[in-house]
């Protein structure tokens, strides 16, 4: 089986012009070159993404991923994504995974070749990293100013908070700072005091009997991992709730999350310096719920 695999999309959106008679998607070799230096994606980091985890050869919440690949198309103005066409090309994408091994699926859709009249899409698969040092021993976080007030979303929609665009730069520039200050990862904390999100993940905590999470309408990224643990802690009579959370609340919790698609529950063990305590027994329960997944 391949390392890795490469699907185009003919017609990533109905929206677009295309041949409606093409397949669907075509296979390609993903070592060789298939963007032109024109793609707005690569010039202006103008498209989105999703990244779905592959457990045991099931793409995981693959119609939540949908919704939000809409969304955030719906954000940028960008043609609406063809839903049926992503799940035919995502569902080949795994099928030809080994399905004994943690893969992923990411899907691109840009605004295509600058002055062209069509968006870009594929979906390329891979097999993942190990993150068991991250899910067994956490991680220390650093907490950053985002620059944003927490209702950015509802006054200044055109900043695009709360879409899931290609332009990842500064989610990369904050790890690399939290590296700087010795740690591993970033939590986001709005100018207004609100904690957010982290680069790539979803703050969850709890508090007694309590699962949390910051909850959407933030600017942030309505978590597809979050609701899914959410889902799993209700299994076990546990109360799940939005709230708006402050870093003296995160810090106070009985214990706290990164979670994400691929590296699933990450616990947080230290926020800027100071230890938080990590519940090993019940993120291995969590991790091993959320990797034995149907959907
Ligand atoms: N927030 C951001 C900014 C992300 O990039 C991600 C995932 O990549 C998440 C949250 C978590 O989302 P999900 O659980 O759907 O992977």
């Known amino acids: 089986m391949a390392e890795h695999v490469l699907a185009l999309l003919s017609r990533p959106s109905r929206e677009a012009p295309g041949d409606p008679g093409a ?11 298939h963007l032109t230096v024109l793609d707005l994606g690569v010039t202006r980091g103008d498209g989105i993404f999703e990244t779905l985890s592959v457990n045991h050869g099931r793409a995981q919440a693959l119609e939540h991923h949908l919704s939000r690949f809409a969304r955030s198309a719906a954000m940028l103005e960008l043609p609406a994504p063809d839903a049926d066409a992503w799940r035919e090309t ?3 994408v795994v099928a030809s995974l080994d399905p004994a091994r943690e893969a992923f699926v990411k899907t691109v859709l840009t605004r295509g070749i600058e002055y062209g009249d069509r968006p870009t899409g594929w979906a390329y698969g891979a097999y993942s990293p190990s993150f068991e ?29 709360g879409a899931k665009t290609l332009s990842y730069a500064i989610n990369r520039a904050a790890v690399r700072e939290a590296v700087r ?25 709890r508090r007694g009997d309590a699962l949390l999470s910051p909850g959407t309408g933030l600017g942030i990224l ?23 959370t402050t870093p003296d609340l995160l810090r106070s919790a009985d214990a ?28 291995a329960r969590m991790n091993g719920w959320l990797a034995a997944l149907d959907d």
């Open 133 to 161: 040092s991250a899910r067994t021993e956490g991680l220390a976080v650093v907490l950053l100013d985002r620059g944003y007030r927490h209702d950015v979303e509802r006054t200044s929609p055109w900043l695009l908070a």
């Open 90 to 92: 995502i569902l080949a």
């Open 222 to 244: 309505d978590g597809t991992t979050q609701a899914n643990v959410f889902r799993w802690a209700e299994s076990l009579g546990m109360s799940t709730a939005f709230e708006l």
């Open 256 to 283: 706290a999350w990164l979670v994400s698609s691929v590296r699933l529950a990450a616990p947080i063990r230290a926020i800027d310096g100071e230890p938080l305590p990590v519940d090993a027994a019940f993120t």
């Open 181 to 205: 200050r010795g740690a591993d990862d970033v939590v986001f904390v709005s100018s207004d005091g609100i904690v957010l999100e982290g680069p790539t993940s979803t703050v969850v905590y």
């Open 23 to 33: 397949p669907v998607y075509r296979f390609v070799d993903p070592d060789a070159a």
